[in-house]
């Protein structure tokens, strides 16, 4: 999010030299033994747009493209002298796209900016719910499964009471990170709420996504996170697991994961429960801890 933070404020000074050039351009054709025709050489916010374009094509590399034949056609129609009705009218077209470009781009990134996590950096509940509804429609057009699951860190509260609520926090972007990692490459992962995360897992049935998910937890409980101070701590998770179409609604999908979630925890937690109804034909063993001599988290 703060490379998206960034992006916004360089596309605003963007924007501000824009105006400027153009109406450079306006005079110098109005008045063309008055005006000093403008520079087609990129100005500075533009030149380290075009550097952060190089990195993010797909987002920022249109723009940059417009931008270069916007100020190709402008220096062409200034090289004639007399401002010619059909280069004008092609010019005017290149701005038009330009700023329209600049528009989407502008509201791409403060979407990003809404949509995302400050803590962690995961997408947050308003991306989340419109990626679902996405998922959920391709895989009832499609006939292709999908799952989706709510974990919950087990046990939160002692590390914010223990060793506050900036180790708190660690753990939190510690495990949005081993999430992330951790779980397949077009899994997709969220920050729910508190010490909660949501996984959606495309192309996947219960029984698929339950093994993914309990080797998920064995391994949490395996990995421990270190604090500042050293303190070595082993953080587990319990996980309620629904598959997406046997529900009504994303929102159904939701509570029926939840409800699952509660009663992992309810039966001694770090492990992943299935939504009745939902119940995967092979059921593996429950993740357990392996301590050496490290902190664990009881309650």
Same mark, same amino acid.
């Given at each position: ?5 960034? %992006?916004?404020? !360089? !596309? ?6 824009? !105006? ?10 109005? +008045?063309?033994? &008055? ?20 990195? &993010? ?14 100020? &190709? ?15 004008? *009218? ?11 470009? $600049? ?6 990134? =403060?979407?990003? %900016? ?9 997408? =947050? ?33 002692? %590390? =914010? ?11 939190? @972007?510690?495990?949005?990170?081993? +999430? ?16 909660? +995360? !949501? ?10 996504? &339950? ?5 998920? @937890? ?45 009663? $992992?925890?309810?039966?001694?937690? =770090? ?16 993740? *357990? ?11």
């Amino acid at each position: 999010m703060d490379k998206s933070c960034e %992006v916004l404020r !360089l !596309l605003e000074r963007v924007a501000a030299e824009h !105006l400027e050039w153009r109406g450079r351009v306006q005079a110098a054709l109005m +008045f063309p033994d &008055h005006a000093e025709a403008p520079s087609c050489e990129p100005a500075a916010a533009f030149a380290e747009l075009r550097a952060v374009a190089a990195e &993010h094509p797909e987002h920022l590399g249109a723009l940059v493209r417009l931008r270069d034949a916007m100020h &190709h056609r402008a220096g062409a129609l200034l090289a004639g002298g007399r401002a010619d009705p059909d280069g004008y *009218r092609a010019f005017l077209d290149t701005v038009e796209s330009y700023e329209r470009e $600049a528009r989407r781009a502008e509201k791409y990134c =403060n979407r990003v %900016v809404s949509e995302t996590d400050p803590l962690t950096g995961l997408w =947050n509940r308003q991306g989340m719910i419109r990626d679902l509804r996405r998922e959920r429609a391709r895989s009832l057009r499609s006939g292709r499964p999908a799952c989706l699951a709510i974990a919950d860190l087990d046990h939160f509260k002692q %590390v =914010n009471d223990c060793w506050g609520h900036g180790a708190g926090d660690h753990v939190l @972007c510690l495990a949005a990170r081993f +999430f992330q990692r951790r779980l397949r490459g077009y899994d997709m992962v969220y920050r729910f709420g508190g010490e909660e +995360f !949501l996984f959606c897992l495309p192309d996947t049935d219960c029984d698929a996504a &339950h093994r993914v998910l309990d080797r998920l @937890c064995g391994l949490m409980a395996r990995v421990p996170i270190i604090l500042d101070d050293g303190t070595k701590l082993t953080v587990t998770c319990s996980i309620g697991l629904t598959e997406m179409e046997s529900a009504g609604s994303v929102q159904a999908a939701i509570e029926t994961a939840d409800s699952a979630l509660y009663k $992992a925890k309810a039966a001694g937690r =770090n492990r992943v429960m299935v939504a009745l109804g939902d119940q995967p034909r092979r059921r593996t063993r429950a993740a *357990r801890p392996r301590v050496s001599a490290q902190v664990e988290l009881r309650g």
